[in-house]
């Protein structure tokens, strides 16, 4: 087909994170751009607008209501430090939901804007393949649309699983998708799953003064450092969340007082229990966003069994001028981040004359739970399937921040682990940081990673007093040497 | 050998209880006692080796004169003629076999010249002074101990430059028990080594005192970065009503309750360093310590009584103390940071004087916790940091309430009237004119600067050398003073930075160098830092200024952006406040030479960074490196902006 001829030089199915960073790019770079982008409500109605899962259901208000729970923790702390706040505080979920939705409605607007600044067509419709050109696009209304273009970008990312075989699970279980729009407190809640979204959620509710139980089949955070995931929960469980550890769900059942009936099986005495709560959140997994599209009509794809798009290095699927990008992406780190520098570098390999292809090693990290964890790099389990047990050492130690000290904070799980190659200059492989500003701390060494930090350097490099990420420079103890990690005095 | 060793053994004796009872009157028999001679050639005496070398030694120095001949010759008797102990050294050398060269002080050329060198040398105030292998073994007394103990016979047998077993009490004396003193002392006593940790905090005028641990812990980093967590929660409460908590309208401080807390949490550390201390056999003493001679110190505790130490090495790590203004009524009325953090009462109404970072931390955390706050600044704020960044805090205060007296400097500061706070009136006179003000305050904090507290330790008596101006101790890469057995480390070094952590490394590099073999030096580049100010500044390397002096403003990139912390958008507060600057350097592939952010958790923000600047970080590998969303840091994997383009930084959605 002559490329002349297609409407548009890109279209971007998908407007989040990575597709819109793609579109902007390639719109910078003189090109003709559109993008179409469809929320299809969540089973329980919600929708949202512009900007994709990080914005409207994911990073953004994730974190918004992180940091309303760690306000929580703070209130309690003001008193130690001579604040005159009376105790307890209670909060106000539909006051803060609501702040939090007129802030990521100011976002989708601001991403319509900016779409419209730099002249990329937007296009609120459902898209599926219908050729290797072309796609079909369905409004709301019904209406279809036909468009074409010499690139087409995939950049639908993901949404989150319901189980299939739970009875009551999908009539009412909510996700992710839906508790960043609850416009009333979801009150007592089971959070079924064990993924950083399941942990993530299940914090901040209990912090927010939320009863809250989260229900996990097996390990926590799985692909983490398990290490580090069990001190996760287990500041999580200090902090009041419950935790029904091999457990899975079988039966959902709504009361006549609107309360939700869960059975579940305890996988480790074989007996079934039962609880009721308000709200049931599943956080089991997310699925790509692969099936509407009509794939095989351009003959892309996928892996069958995550029903992921299958890329090169370059983003490009079977189809050489059909590109994924994104969670929707085979392989690929499911962070926004990633998503946005491969739509970016994307574009500039089309249509700027770059070469540059997205590097997805030491894709640094930071799960939110109310002990946030940072991390970059390999886990120890993955550092010693790699280089074996006897080549690699571990530094850690635990420490306490200043700030806990006088709020009389319990520090047991504020811990760091600097995970190194043996032999000197003993490259460092990873970095696992547990405690406040995780997120903060891991971001300059992730960059110390990649510029091929050593131990030695790190150890060199004076640290910042007082503060927690000066812990990280201060690393001394190693696993191997069995002496006590804990960091005394200054 | 073996002539007359039971003979000498005897004489030893004597002169050694001469020694000690001359201790007392040793500085007043100076030159004085041996008036000016005038020139004479010098005097090779007995059995030494040393050419006379009167007419080459006339173009030299004393000094450089003195030093040849110590360097020069294996033994070395500097001495007067007229004087009967130095006859009592001779007899002794003779006595031995021992050849050596005399130098007769009073009978060589520029005698005067000589003896001020003398001094200045040998950190002695009188003859004689014998030095082997140009190591000092001491004067009269010294010598003869040596002799009675063998130390000196060994000595002279030995070849090359071997360290001699001296018997001190101590391997190492450290003077200053702050955070470099404590952490070269536990470095050092994992090494078997005999310790002493001379600690010993002067009250200020107001009367305040501490225990142990220096600065940093009790008048410093410590209480500094807790009050200023106890502003930032102060905000923390204000922004939680946007997130849905129910808080009264007016949350109110109480002074007396944070300053307790913050108190019995650094006790907790004084402790903690006791006991650290005892556990690794450290021995500590809560005493003042003043060089009284080559490797003597006296200590003298706070009940006035004194003892004598010694030691084959000596660590000076005394630190600094705020300076005062030298103007009527600042000792009697005005208080420094070192009164600050245990001040028994809120301080009220505050005139902060003087524009270091400490001065801007205190007025931040005051204004914080409600009072209203005053900056009195003569010129520019945080010299020595990047104005631009500078500029932006002191705008960011004045914002949020800080009130800045810009140009002036206090003259006068009277009571009004007492109390707990009393009131004070403070004049100020314009630094470009005669016009003076008048302001009324509570309280007058003084942060105008910090002293080395090096001017009362005696160093002038075993010559180490400070600048005169600013009393700071010049040392070598190894931390070593120009008397080569006297190290010194922390604040009180010249041109080094003043920073605990920067003290603990050189000070447990320099015990691992000392003890364990170690050859590792510390790194004073790309030393990050953190103010913290209400909005924090962290950075790392050079400054935009300092940068452009090194490279020319054409050969560096700035890069930089605003942006806005998702946490601060619910209360929608101080949106492009935060900032973020990088300096590369365009010739070396684009080298991030500088990096500046301002913003929440800056210290936090910074250290990963410093790390990567070690590894030699480029803004290529800024770019390739991805970011952590959503977290302030990762905005330094996006910027895009340079200051030359002019292009806007302000922030603008995900």
């Not at chain 1, 199915?13 to 819109?20: P, V």
């Not at chain 1, 307890?88 to 600044?117: C, F, I, T």
């Not at chain 1, 969340?241 to 091999?246: A, C, D, I, S, Y």
């Not at chain 2, 009188?126 to 016979?153: M, N, S, W």
Request: aromatic letters at 8%; proline letters at 5%.
């Amino acid at each position: 087909m002559e490329a002349g001829r297609q409407d548009y030089n890109l279209l971007v199915i998908g407007g989040g994170s990575g597709g819109l960073a793609c579109a902007k790019e390639a719109a910078q770079l003189g090109k003709k751009v559109a993008v179409v982008d469809y929320v299809e409500p969540s089973p329980r109605g919600t929708r949202w607008g512009l900007g994709g899962t990080c914005v409207n259901v994911g990073c953004i208000p994730k974190k918004l209501i992180h940091q309303a729970a760690l306000l929580g923790g703070m209130i309690r702390d003001a008193p130690h430090y001579g604040w005159d706040v009376a105790q307890p505080v209670l909060h106000d979920w539909r006051k803060m939901a609501e702040a939090v939705q007129n802030y990521v409605k100011s976002l989708n607007w601001g991403h319509r804007v900016q779409l419209q600044d730099r002249k990329v067509k937007y296009f609120n419709i459902k898209a599926s393949f219908v050729n290797e050109h072309t796609i079909c696009g369905v409004t709301k209304g019904g209406k279809e649309t036909l468009l074409s273009a010499e690139h087409i970008v995939i950049a639908t990312g993901g949404r989150p699983r319901y189980p299939t075989h739970i009875e009551g699970a999908l009539e009412y279980g909510i996700t992710s998708d839906d508790i960043f729009w609850l416009k009333e407190s979801p009150g007592k809640t089971l959070v079924v799953g064990a993924s950083y979204v399941a942990l993530e959620c299940a914090g901040f509710l209990t912090g927010l003064g939320l009863d809250t139980t989260v229900m996990m089949r097996s390990i926590p955070l799985r692909g983490f450092d398990q290490q580090m995931s069990s001190l996760v929960t287990a500041y999580m469980a200090s902090q009041g969340t419950r935790f029904l550890k091999h457990c899975t769900p079988s039966r959902v059942q709504k009361l006549p007082d609107g309360q939700l009936q869960v059975t579940w099986e305890d996988l480790t005495s074989g007996k079934e229990n039962m609880g009721t709560f308000s709200t049931v959140l599943w956080a089991i997994g997310r699925i790509p966003e692969t099936r509407s599209l009509n794939l095989e009509n351009a003959g892309i794809n996928t892996n069958p069994n995550s029903q992921k798009i299958l890329v090169d290095a370059q983003e490009a699927t079977s189809v050489p001028h059909i590109y994924a990008i994104g969670d929707v992406a085979e392989g690929r780190p499911e962070l926004t981040p990633t998503a946005i520098m491969a739509g970016k570098l994307l574009a500039r390999r089309l249509y700027g004359q770059s070469l540059d292809v997205m590097d997805y090693s030491n894709v640094p990290t930071t799960v939110f739970t109310p002990l946030e964890y940072g991390c970059v790099g390999l886990s120890e389990e993955e550092a010693m399937a790699r280089h074996g047990e006897e080549h690699v050492e571990v530094y850690h130690a635990y420490y306490k921040p200043l700030e806990f000290t006088v709020a009389e904070r319990d520090a047991s799980q504020c811990y760091i682990k600097m995970v190194c190659l043996r032999k000197p200059p003993q490259l460092v492989l990873g970095l696992h940081f547990l405690g406040p500003n995780a997120g903060e701390v891991t971001q300059g060494f992730a960059l110390g990673i990649k510029c091929g930090a050593s131990y030695e350097q790190v150890m060199r490099t004076v640290g910042i007093h007082p503060t927690c990420a000066e812990e990280v420079a201060k690393l001394r103890i190693s696993k191997r040497s069995g002496l006590d990690p804990t960091v005394t005095g200054c | 050998m073996g002539c007359g060793k039971s003979k000498e053994r005897r004489a030893a004796a004597r002169p050694q209880s001469e020694a000690h009872g001359r201790g007392g009157r040793g500085r007043d028999s100076s030159a004085k006692v041996h008036p000016p001679s005038p020139p004479l050639p010098e005097h090779p005496a007995t059995g030494a080796s040393g050419p006379s070398r009167s007419t080459s030694a006339r173009v030299l120095d004393p000094r450089a004169r003195l030093r040849a001949c110590i360097d020069s010759h294996p033994v070395v008797l500097l001495s007067k003629s007229t004087c009967e102990r130095c006859a009592e050294v001779k007899k002794l050398f003779k006595s031995m076999c021992v050849p050596y060269f005399l130098l007769e002080l009073d009978q060589a050329e520029d005698a005067r010249g000589l003896e001020r060198a003398f001094s200045e040398l040998t950190s002695e105030t009188d003859v004689p002074v014998v030095f082997v292998k140009r190591r000092k073994i001491g004067g009269h007394g010294p010598t003869l101990k040596a002799y009675q103990e063998g130390r000196l016979q060994k000595l002279l047998k030995m070849n090359g430059s071997e360290g001699l077993p001296e018997s001190y009490d101590y391997d190492l004396i450290i003077v200053g028990g702050g955070s470099g003193g404590l952490a070269a002392a536990k470095e050092a006593a994992k090494y078997d080594k005999k310790i002493l940790v001379l600690d010993f905090v002067t009250p200020t005028p107001h009367g305040t005192r501490w225990g142990l641990g220096g600065t940093c812990v009790n008048v410093g980093c410590i209480p500094k970065k807790l009050m200023h967590q106890a502003a930032l929660l102060g905000q923390a409460v204000q922004d939680s009503r946007n997130y849905g908590w129910k808080i009264e309208e007016t949350v109110k401080h109480d002074w007396d309750k944070m300053t307790e807390a913050v108190q019995n949490y650094i006790g907790s550390l004084n402790w903690g360093y006791r006991v650290a201390l005892r556990e690794r056999k450290v021995t500590y003493e809560n005493a003042y310590g003043q060089f009284v001679g080559p490797h003597r110190i006296k200590a003298t505790n706070n009940k006035g009584k004194e003892k004598i130490y010694t030691a084959e090495k000596f660590l000076i790590a005394t630190g600094e103390r705020p300076r005062y203004l030298g103007i009527p009524g600042d000792r009697e009325f005005c208080i420094s940071s070192d009164d600050l953090f245990s001040l028994p009462y809120c301080p009220g109404k505050t005139l902060v004087v003087g524009a270091s970072y400490v001065a801007l931390e205190c007025a931040g955390f005051l204004a914080g916790i409600g009072l209203d706050v005053t900056v009195m600044v003569r010129s520019i704020l945080l010299r020595g940091f990047d104005q631009d960044m500078a500029n932006k805090i002191g705008e960011h205060m004045e914002e949020h309430g800080v009130k800045f007296i810009k140009q002036f400097i206090p003259i006068k500061v009277e009571q009004i009237e007492a109390g707990t706070p009393g009131r004070l009136r403070v004049v100020a006179q314009s630094t470009s004119g005669g016009e003076t003000i008048e302001g009324e305050y509570n309280t007058v904090l003084l942060a105008i600067g910090r002293d080395a507290c090096t001017r009362k330790l005696g160093l002038e008596t075993v010559g180490v050398k400070i600048n005169d101006k600013t009393g700071k101790i010049p040392v070598t890469d190894e931390e070593q003073t120009n008397v080569p057995y006297i190290y010194a480390i922390g604040d009180i070094l010249e041109g080094k930075l003043e920073l605990t952590p920067v003290a603990i490394q050189a000070g447990r590099l320099l015990a691992q160098r000392l003890y364990a073999g170690s050859n590792i030096k510390c790194d004073y580049e790309n030393v990050p830092t953190t103010v913290f100010t209400p909005l924090e500044y962290g950075a790392c390397g050079l400054s935009e200024e300092k940068a452009v002096e090194k490279f020319g403003e054409e050969n560096i990139e700035v890069y930089h952006s605003y942006f806005w912390p998702l946490e601060w958008t619910i209360p929608s507060r101080d949106n492009n406040k935060c900032y973020a600057k990088i300096i590369c350097n365009i010739k070396d592939n684009e080298r991030v030479v500088g990096f500046h952010v301002l913003g929440p958790n800056a210290g936090e923000v910074t250290q990963g960074f410093a790390a990567a600047l070690k590894c030699g970080l480029t803004k290529m590998q800024l770019d390739s490196t991805i970011g952590i969303h959503p977290v302030c840091a990762e905005v330094f994997t996006t910027l895009s902006v340079t200051k030359r383009s002019g292009g806007s930084i302000l922030q603008a959605g995900c």
